[in-house]
Nanobody, 124 residues
Framework: QIQLAESGGGSVQAGGSLKLSCKFS????????MGWFRQAPGKEREYVAA????????YYADSVQGRFTLSRDNAKNFVYLQMNALQPEDTAVYYC?????????????????WGQGTQVTVSS
């Protein structure tokens, strides 16, 4: 059984930074691709970034490219999302997910395990 636990959310002013962490519990973390998604009130869950099993391939949504950095530590079973230059439109609940099926990294349909989410609020 895989369990994911996000942490690191909070409230910051525009231009600030936060680092989200996702702790993976279960077997063979190093075998799974991982992703981050976010959901703002009244909106659908949207893709933020994803990383393959080894960390050699990392992908970003256009909206966060150049501001967010995704990484993983396979020795510690963690995925990290460093978020810089945050803007009010980044306000959302951020979810970590494990990719369990072949398909686009950007689609929620290919992720089978999700964390509970962590709130990020950016004020102007």
């Amino acid at each position: 059984q895989i369990q994911l636990a996000e942490s690191g959310g909070g409230s910051v002013q525009a231009g600030g930074s936060l680092k989200l962490s996702c702790k993976f519990s279960g077997r063979a973390f190093e075998s799974w691709a991982m992703g981050w998604f976010r959901q703002a009130p009244g909106k659908e869950r949207e893709y933020v970034a994803a990383i393959n099993w080894s960390g050699s391939n990392i992908y970003y949504a256009d909206s966060v490219q150049g501001r967010f950095t995704l990484s993983r530590d396979n020795a510690k079973n963690f995925v990290y999302l460093q978020m810089n230059a945050l803007q009010p439109e980044d306000t959302a609940v951020y979810y970590c997910a494990t990719k369990t099926a072949s398909g686009p990294y950007s689609s929620v349909d290919y992720y089978g395990y999700w964390g509970q989410g962590t709130q990020v609020t950016v004020s102007s």
